[in-house]
């Protein structure tokens, strides 16, 4: 699918469009566009918005041009416009995700179409819903899902799930379009956590980077002083009687608070009156998808993988904590700990808490998670007075109560997002996903760092545009050629590297001039030569090289054809003859059949046919294959310029012995006969001297610088040569010509050679390629029509 829009691209720009989640978090969409292909990465809502101002920019952008859409995890602000997208916008592209995201997405989207309805319950326009449970279920049987370092490819555009922490499923993708590989980090983390593993680095570089910048430049307090902040205070808050609000997304995070939690309370158990502080979660999606979290515990770190198996059960089930499915359930008496979501506190049961509960200043609202601009989650920790009363705008509420900030919120630091970047080594690095000032402020930092490389190849790009602002990036034609089979093996001997076996090699074909990175410098030092047959598919972008012999096992689709070249003639002389004078032309020969004994005489074995019917058959130069049955020769050869050449050769000889009159002596006697007189005399002319008749030297076994010989050599060489150039060769030939040498010219544009076809030397060239050129034809030649016993 390509769009005016795509078309009227370069074809080696690189194009990133942001539709949202640039200089902002939330409502994340970023469109790629790279040789006609296009694809969009996420499609979340913000969350400080609602209805339709909460959608990424989808107007600014024709959908209908997306071949693909990948989501990189279930947070809303990366996933929740999807049905949208799907069921109510000209959208017609592919979706993926990965299996966790897929099955939590589910349950969140219906969750998040209920919230939202309640939400704007106090508006009247009911359109501002952006979907349906219906467009969510229409849309959830479309998704497609991908497992993680398995590679998918969509009419050329090649992409790959690699693990980003985060959130359980959360990927970041790698994608290859054309030998152009972009790495998206969505939202990742690089700090192994209670259930999650870090982000991963993906094993091969990346040209372009779209990373996000959450937390810019700040640096995150190490964990376990984070952990210990978060239980004393939540310990000190009860222990004065106060209640504790932990605003959370569902799923994630919440998970992770959890797992802290409920160790510290068993550790505690004493002190926290034996259960008298009672811990809840009021998410009934949390409950849903605890299956979830059980199913891929495969997916999360060793050690909650090593709780799994030793108990036998679900860490996720805790032990001193309670699910609560609203809040009528929920008896009010006494210091409690409560996890609620929406985390932003924009509605729902974490902003019915917060109400309730801000007026006391024995209580706490603790906030764990990274609060988006223009929340209340935001607002709060500005620690107003008075908040709005979400179901009464008019209402003002007090605010005494504590407010603290630890983030769990599982993003990068400036170190971490660095080290990483070093580790990608892309030259391009857009940022995405991060308020302006952080991000400036991170940009700056990176261009700080990087400013030693300035001005040289290796200089490195940051980008941090808004939405609906294109960055535009050339790319001087990549061309990665894929070594395939045989050619492999070569390779690895040649570099003296071991590669795994049905991976296949990448060999350069062509650095790209304004990208790069240290991997590939490494590649490029070790040169090494390989030749085979590059097979590209225009539409997908593949170059393979391939060996011939391979060509058929890997491109099954590619028809190849081996042309076989046959030409009967009849001759009336003895096969005694012909045999002779190639024997004189080509030396030994393969013999095949000889019925007759004919070869006897030089060859070793009689190799009679089946039928005995006086057959010669015999293989010149390694594939000609010339038979001779009573007055029949059948020339058989494999088209080639090698094979022609002898083919012509031995068809040349046919003829000429055919229609000489020797034969007709040579028929009656053996090749060694001093036959001078006698030929003479048949032959019917009278030069004078007998020793001049070019036949004579033949009989002679002597063909060698012959008047003959040098002629019938400089019509080969000449036809050799009009084979190679056409029209652009050009030469005088006379049979009476013997004075002087025979000279050829070569003329192809303002390049011109001349060669002594008679030395079968260039005499003189004003290009030394194609002086190269007709040197190698003529070595070719000097090769055919020597002759060689
Ligand atoms: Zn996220
Ligand atoms: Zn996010």
């Known amino acids: 699918m390509s769009s005016d829009q795509t078309q009227s691209l370069s074809k080696t720009s690189f194009k990133f469009f942001g539709l949202g989640g640039s200089n902002e978090v939330g409502r994340s969409c970023h469109i790629l566009q790279y040789k006609g292909k296009t694809v969009m990465l996420d499609a979340g809502i913000h969350p400080a918005h609602q209805g339709l101002a909460s959608l990424p920019f989808y107007d600014e952008f024709d959908l209908s041009t997306v071949d693909v859409l990948l989501i990189s995890h279930f947070h809303l602000d990366h996933a929740a416009s999807l049905p949208y997208v799907m069921q109510r916008t000209n959208f017609r592209g592919r979706v993926f995700m990965t299996h966790p995201t897929k099955a939590i997405y589910r349950w969140l989207l219906s969750d998040f179409v209920k919230v939202t309805s309640i939400g704007s319950s106090g508006s009247t326009d009911k359109d501002e819903n952006l979907y349906s449970d219906e467009d969510l279920a229409k849309s959830f049987d479309r998704i497609e899902t991908i497992d993680f370092h398995s590679t998918t490819d969509v009419n050329g555009i090649k992409f790959t799930a690699f693990h980003a922490g985060h959130v359980l499923g959360a990927a970041m993708f790698q994608l290859e379009i054309a030998g152009l590989k972009t790495l998206f980090t969505g939202d990742y983390s690089r700090e192994i956590d209670r259930h999650l593993n870090s982000a991963e680095v993906p094993p091969s570089s990346s040209d372009i980077l779209i990373v996000e910048s959450t937390f810019g430049t700040a ?11 978060l239980t004393q205070l939540i310990h000190s808050t009860v222990l004065r009687g106060g209640r504790v609000l932990l605003p959370v997304f569902a799923l994630g995070r919440a998970q992770e608070i959890m797992l802290i939690l409920d160790e510290f309370w068993s550790k505690h158990s004493e002190e926290l009156g034996n259960g008298q502080v009672p811990i ?3 998410s009934n ?3 849903k998808c605890m299956g979830v979290f059980q199913t891929y515990v495969n997916m999360m770190n060793d050690d909650i993988r090593k709780k799994f198996r030793d108990s036998q059960s679900n860490p996720f089930i805790f032990k001193n904590i309670s699910y609560l499915k609203n809040l009528d359930d929920f008896q009010d008496f006494g210091p409690s700990v409560m996890l609620a979501s929406p985390g932003m506190l924009q509605n729902g049961i974490s902003r019915d808490l917060l109400e309730k509960w801000c007026p006391d200043n024995k209580n706490l609202v603790l906030i764990t998670g990274y609060s988006v601009e223009g929340t209340m989650a935001k607002y709060i920790m500005l620690e107003p007075d008075t908040i709005p009363s979400v179901n009464n705008p008019e209402v003002n509420i007090p605010r005494r109560c504590q407010i603290e900030e630890i983030s769990f919120a599982a993003h990068v630091d400036f170190r971490e997002n660095l080290e990483f970047m070093e580790k990608i080594g892309a030259r391009n690095v857009i940022l995405v996903h991060g308020e302006s000032n952080p991000m400036g402020r991170l940009k700056s930092a990176l261009l700080s760092n990087f400013a030693s490389l300035k001005g040289t190849e290796d200089e490195v790009h940051v980008f941090n545009p808004r939405n609906c602002v294109v960055v535009e990036l050339e790319f001087s034609g990549i061309k990665v050629a894929k070594a395939i089979g045989n050619i492999v093996d070569e390779v690895t001997s040649a570099l003296g590297v071991q590669v795994k076996p049905d991976l296949g090699s990448e060999i350069k074909a062509e650095q790209e001039e304004s990208n790069g990175s240290p991997d590939r410098k490494k590649e490029t030092d070790e040169k090494t030569i390989v030749s085979g047959i590059l097979v590209s598919d225009e539409k997908n972008f593949d170059l393979n090289l391939v060996s011939l012999s391979d060509l058929r096992d890997y491109h099954m689709d590619l028809s190849t054809t081996v042309l076989r070249e046959r030409q009967t003639i009849h001759i009336d002389c003895k096969k005694e003859l012909i045999y002779w004078h190639l024997c004189q032309m080509f030396g030994d020969m393969e013999v095949l059949i000889d019925d ?23 293989k010149i130069m390694g594939d000609v294959k010339l038979n001779i049955i009573k007055s029949v020769a ?3 050869w494999s088209q080639g310029i090698m094979n022609d050449t002898v083919a012509d050769s031995v068809m040349a000889i046919l003829l000429s012995v055919d ?6 002596k040579m028929s009656s006697r053996s090749c060694n006969h001093d036959h001078d007189h ?3 005399h048949d032959h019917g002319h009278d030069h004078g001297h007998d020793h001049d008749h ?12 012959s008047e003959h010989d040098d002629l019938w050599k400089i019509k080969q060489v000449a036809r050799l040569c009009t084979e190679q150039f056409g029209d652009c060769f050009s030469y005088k030939f006379h049979e009476s010509d013997t004075a002087g040498d025979i000279m050829g010219d070569v003329t192809i544009g303002k390049t011109k050679a001349t060669i002594n076809l008679s030395q079968m030397k260039v005499a003189e060239c004003d290009s030394n390629p194609l002086k190269g050129r007709i040197e190698s034809i003529l070595s070719i030649a000097s090769d055919l029509v020597a002759p060689l016993c």
Request: proline share 8%; no cysteine.
């Open 219 to 229: 640096t995150h307090e190490p964990r376990v002083n984070r952990e210990k902040k």
């Open 280 to 282: 809840f979660y009021a």
């Open 285 to 287: 999606l949390a409950r």
């Open 596 to 618: 007759e004994g004919i070869t006897h005489k030089t060859q070793e074995p009689a190799k009679p046919s089946a039928n005995n019917a006086g057959e010669l058959e015999l």
């Open 634 to 636: 059948t020339l058989e």
């Open 659 to 664: 229609s000489s009159p020797a034969s007709v």
């Open 678 to 680: 006698d030929h003479d």
């Open 694 to 705: 070019p036949e004579d030297k033949h009989y002679k076994g002597n063909g060698i610088g």
